[in-house]
């Protein structure tokens, strides 16, 4: 449906083309021939009278004959392969072209002969150079345009195959949220039904919540920021109760942003994994996680870093998702600041104001 909407549009172009340029190939094609006829003082030429009327009849004739040459390269090049169900070899294309002007023009001088026979000498000769040159400049616009159009379609289907891959690839990123995450919390819902059921149910109405926001929220790919904070703080205290309550999370955002902006999907939940995945904290020296809005209207998510005594070695494949996908939403804020005097790891973007 579209590539024939795009054929039309071509073929548009090239008949509003055809009638912009057949009177102005018209003018310049029988100046010649007037200039010629008017300079030469031949006993031939006595009875042979230029007026206005015979003038405007030659141009028309002549723009009328060029309007039809284009038509026929249109079809030709356009149209004929289809139409005869089988492909024809361009050069034939141009062959048929050629011929079919030349046959009439050759047409159009037995009938001037006929009706005025006079002999132009070599002059004779300018109908079929003339009409050479317009099938030739006719053929040149018509690769213009065509090429034109054909450039603008694969453009737009090159944007269409990155914009399909632009979507695999957010998909691809989205499915890389939580690998560990569910086998974990069953391990720790396990101990929790042995020790305290009460806890045990707590932890399973987060973990239903959590869940749910996983099912229904991540197939798109925004969500509010006050969905994000529920997601995120439910993910939180059911990492709390994993690791005896040795994380903190602060949120100071206004109560206008957290209703109104938006963020990629599970965006704040990444940021709060990548906090407790590489940082060894514990009650003593807990986990501190901050989310703010700064005064140049970023929002920063920032926690103290606590380094593991093992150097584990680290891919940054979470932060590096998380940043692609803010790019693919057009929005490339995400930028990552490590602040090495007073040990605070800050990830800051912008929103997204839907």
């Given at each position: 449906?579209?590539?024939?909407?795009?054929?039309?549009?071509?073929?548009?172009?090239?008949?509003?083309?055809?009638?912009?340029?057949?009177p102005i190939i018209g003018v310049y094609t029988i100046t010649p021939m007037?200039?010629?006829?008017?300079?030469?003082?031949?006993?031939?030429?006595?009875?042979?009278y230029i007026n206005e009327f015979n003038v405007i009849k030659a141009l028309?004739?002549?723009s009328f004959f060029v309007f039809i040459e284009w038509m026929l390269n249109?079809?030709?090049?356009?149209?004929?392969?289809?139409?005869?169900?089988?492909?024809?070899?361009?050069?034939?294309?141009?062959?048929?072209?050629?011929?079919?002007?030349?046959?009439?023009?050759?047409?159009?001088?037995?009938?001037?002969?006929?009706?005025?026979?006079?002999?132009?000498?070599?002059?004779?000769?300018?109908?079929?150079?003339?009409?050479?040159?317009?099938?030739?400049?006719?053929?040149?616009?018509?690769?213009?345009?065509?090429?034109?159009?054909?450039?603008?379609?694969?453009?737009?289907?090159?944007?269409?195959?990155?914009?399909?891959?632009?979507?695999?690839?957010?998909?691809?990123?989205?499915?890389?949220?939580?690998?560990?995450?569910?086998?974990?919390?069953?391990?720790?819902?396990?101990?929790?039904?042995?020790?305290?059921?009460?806890?045990?149910?707590?932890?399973?109405?987060?973990?239903?919540?959590?869940?749910?926001?996983?099912?229904?929220?991540?197939?798109?790919?925004?969500?509010?920021?006050?969905?994000?904070?529920?997601?995120?703080?439910?993910?939180?205290?059911?990492?709390?109760?994993?690791?005896?309550?040795?994380?903190?999370?602060?949120?100071?955002?206004?109560?206008?942003?957290?209703?109104?902006?938006?963020?990629?999907?599970?965006?704040?939940?990444?940021?709060?994994?990548?906090?407790?995945?590489?940082?060894?904290?514990?009650?003593?020296?807990?986990?501190?996680?901050?989310?703010?809005?700064?005064?140049?209207?970023?929002?920063?998510?920032?926690?103290?870093?606590?380094?593991?005594?093992?150097?584990?070695?680290?891919?940054?494949?979470?932060?590096?998702?998380?940043?692609?996908?803010?790019?693919?939403?057009?929005?490339?804020?995400?930028?990552?600041?490590?602040?090495?005097?007073?040990?605070?790891?800050?990830?800051?973007?912008?929103?997204?104001?839907?």
């Open positions: 449906m579209q590539n024939q909407t795009f054929k039309n549009g071509q073929k548009k172009a090239l008949i509003r083309l055809a009638l912009i340029t057949s007037i200039l010629f006829v008017t300079s030469v003082k031949d006993v031939q030429l006595e009875n042979f028309v004739g002549i249109i079809w030709l090049f356009s149209y004929a392969d289809n139409q005869l169900g089988r492909e024809i070899n361009k050069k034939y294309k141009y062959i048929f072209s050629y011929a079919f002007m030349f046959v009439a023009v050759l047409f159009s001088q037995i009938r001037r002969m006929e009706m005025n026979p006079i002999d132009f000498k070599m002059f004779s000769y300018y109908p079929f150079v003339a009409a050479t040159a317009n099938n030739t400049f006719i053929l040149i616009l018509y690769r213009l345009i065509t090429g034109r159009h054909e450039k603008a379609q694969l453009e737009l289907d090159k944007t269409k195959l990155e914009l399909a891959q632009y979507v695999t690839q957010q998909e691809q990123l989205k499915n890389k949220i939580h690998p560990h995450f569910i086998f974990n919390a069953l391990n720790t819902l396990k101990l929790l039904i042995k020790r305290e059921q009460g806890a045990a149910e707590d932890y399973l109405v987060r973990l239903s919540s959590y869940l749910r926001f996983s099912i229904t929220e991540t197939a798109k790919d925004i969500s509010l920021i006050k969905d994000e904070l529920e997601f995120c703080q439910n993910y939180i205290e059911l990492q709390k109760v994993r690791f005896a309550n040795s994380i903190t999370f602060h949120n100071l955002l206004p109560q206008e942003v957290i209703n109104n902006e938006y963020l990629p999907v599970v965006t704040l939940q990444s940021l709060a994994e990548n906090a407790i995945k590489h940082n060894a904290f514990t009650k003593r020296n807990p986990l501190v996680l901050e989310l703010r809005l700064k005064e140049d209207g970023n929002i920063a998510f920032s926690n103290n870093v606590i380094p593991k005594r093992t150097n584990e070695e680290t891919t940054g494949t979470g932060l590096d998702n998380l940043r692609r996908r803010f790019e693919l939403l057009g929005n490339d804020s995400l930028s990552i600041v490590h602040h090495q005097e007073d040990k605070q790891f800050e990830v800051t973007f912008n929103t997204i104001k839907k």
